[in-house]
């Protein structure tokens, strides 16, 4: 290949925004990189130099003088529907958002400032994106004209029939692996963008990533079909996009300590996740698992209010996953629960907010991908104040309803502090579980050790 045919075939790569120091560090940031770029200060110059010459990709702000970068993306695609997109901006505007996914049909958002590695991922993705859109294409075609060829053969080419046949095979094998591989890219898209979903919260009530991979040992316990654990998996991992238009005293109160403006505020994340993800067709089974997974057994959840398995399962078994990794992070309860507790409290409302079906197979599950959890010791059992006996060990440390620490692991529990603990319940009006081992249990874990 001459060298001026290697510079036709490189992409080319639109940069458009109001300001011109932005625009000088993505110069600096993409310099060196196996495309050609091309400016714009705004959206009228960009959409002059559109018609002037194709893009591959364009890269836009969102909010720009005269024509904003949603209003600008949205008449590129309109022009140009194989032209990617990416929207960057330093704003949390959900209708922004909103409006560039459902008419720019943008491949990814950014938010300013943005991370050099992630900006560079995004654009390799993209191009590489549009690179198999147009494979797929050209494979297609190539299909139909071998499809039309076959049909002018003459019966008596049988041999050239089945030769034809052969590669029409190979062909459609090809075609296979292609959308095998454009499936995967969206998985791995929508993992990469939950992170974005992460920069909104502080690093200790980031859920998403615990969440997939609960979700993903859920699906290979029950064998579950490919298709149905992509989108589950999916679903976990955008499951809290519509968050992104909450204020941060929402995002990071515990759920039932809301008053009831900001609970209602709260309860229309579902609906608006699922409606940011309906625009792109290869997630409509997922957006509809994420709208459905704050409903509850009992029908007392939301949105619709619907009960039993009337939820879709993905949905129940994505609320337990939720559920159980938010009451350790503090964004259900005032206090955060351990693990263990988080366990016990799904355990206790089974039947009410949890499919009892499932309960039994989480518990386990969680206890293989989380195997430091107390409860996979044998030797380990909770038991209430009542039935705690003298001689008994602490497991694990006992805190108070409001958080303070009343007893430390390894405390060996004697008669009169089990009174002092049942006389404490009843000052308080509260009912603690305590993780023991019993003293014949503890003192052979001694010796051992």
């Not at 049909?151 to 030769?163: D, F, G, H, P, Y």
């Not at 791995?188 to 690093?203: A, D, M």
């Not at 809301?258 to 309906?278: G, I, N, T």
């Not at 104040?385 to 108070?400: D, E, F, K, S, Y």
């Amino acid at each position: 290949m001459s060298e001026s045919q290697a510079d036709s075939l490189r992409p080319r790569v639109l940069l458009v925004d109001d300001e011109e120091n932005i625009l000088n560090s993505l110069r600096r940031l993409l310099r060196g990189q196996p495309y050609d770029l091309v400016m714009a200060n705004g959206g009228a110059q960009a959409l002059q130099l559109f018609e002037a010459q194709p893009f591959d990709l364009v890269v836009s702000d969102a909010r720009m003088p005269g024509m904003d970068g949603a209003t600008l993306l949205a008449e590129i695609h309109r022009r140009s529907p194989q032209c990617m997109s990416i929207l960057l901006t330093g704003y949390a505007d959900i209708q922004t958002i909103i409006t560039a996914i459902n008419e720019g049909q943008i491949y990814r958002y950014l938010s300013k400032p943005w991370n050099d590695d992630e900006l560079l991922l995004a654009i390799r993705q993209a191009l590489a994106f549009q690179f198999a859109e147009r494979e797929r294409e050209r494979l297609q075609q190539l299909t139909q004209e071998q499809n039309t060829q076959l049909a002018a053969l003459n019966e008596s080419l049988e041999m050239r029939v089945q030769a034809r046949t052969a590669e029409l095979q190979q062909t459609a094998d090809m075609l296979d692996l292609a959308y095998d591989e454009l499936r995967r890219s969206y998985v791995l898209s929508t993992e990469v963008f939950s992170l974005l979903v992460n920069q909104r919260l502080p690093r200790e009530k980031q859920t998403n990533q615990q969440i997939i991979a609960i979700i993903r040992a859920m699906a290979s316990e029950m064998s579950m079909p490919e298709d149905q654990a992509r989108d589950l998996s999916m679903a976990a991992a955008l499951y809290n996009i519509g968050k992104l238009s909450l204020p941060d005293s929402i995002l990071v109160s515990p759920a039932d300590l809301m008053h009831s403006k900001d609970r209602e505020l709260y309860r229309r994340y579902p609906a608006q996740s699922e409606s940011v993800l309906m625009a792109l067709e290869p997630l409509h089974d997922a957006a509809k698992l994420i709208r459905h997974h704050q409903e509850r057994w009992d029908g007392s959840g939301f949105p619709d209010h619907l009960r039993g398995t009337d939820i879709p399962l993905g949905s129940r078994m994505l609320k337990l996953a939720v559920d159980f990794v938010e009451l350790q992070c503090g964004l259900v309860l005032e206090r955060r629960l351990n693990r263990d507790e988080a366990l016990l409290f799904i355990g206790k409302y089974s039947g009410r907010l949890y499919d009892p079906d499932l309960i039994e197979r989480f518990v386990h599950i969680c206890v293989a991908v989380m195997p430091d959890i107390t409860l996979g010791d044998p030797l380990v059992r909770p038991v209430d104040t009542r039935q705690l006996v003298p001689g008994m060990v602490l497991a694990r440390n006992l805190h108070a309803d409001n958080g303070m620490l009343l007893l430390n692991e390894g405390k060996v529990l004697s008669e009169l502090l089990i009174r002092k603990l049942v006389a404490f319940e009843g000052i308080e009006s509260a009912s603690y579980t305590l993780f023991v081992r019993d003293p014949e249990t503890a003192a052979l874990q001694v010796a051992k050790e």
